[in-house]
């Protein structure tokens, strides 16, 4: 089934970029922003997979829950350590993401 959310792994990563390359925000203060975008675009794809009667509800909440505790383990990891390790994940997930889509296409 595609993804009618227009969304795909890795689109936190993607959303992070954008608010520091377009916006000029921090690392931290784009972490925030990505997670209010990212939760905003999984209630739109939630509602369209609705609409179209397809939801998993047992999966979605399953992620949903994961997703929550990843964001809260993530946040608490940047107050406490900061941009020095952020930055670098972020740049290593994104060029692994990038590669893996590369791979697929060929």
């Not at 739109?44 to 997979?49: D, K, M, T």
Request: proline content about 3%; glycine content about 14%.
């Amino acid at each position: 089934m595609t993804d009618l959310s227009g969304r795909g792994p890795g689109a936190g990563s993607f959303y992070m970029i954008g608010f520091v390359l377009l916006a000029g925000y921090g690392v931290l203060k784009a972490t925030a922003h990505t997670k209010l975008v990212n939760f905003a675009s999984n209630l739109g794809g939630l509602v369209v997979f609705a609409v179209a009667g397809a939801p998993w509800w047992i999966m979605g909440l399953a992620m949903g829950a994961a997703q929550i505790a990843g964001a809260h383990l993530g946040a608490k990891l940047a107050m406490r350590i900061g941009s020095k390790v952020i930055k670098p994940l972020l740049v290593i997930t994104s060029t692994v993401l990038a590669l893996r889509l590369i791979w697929q296409m060929l």
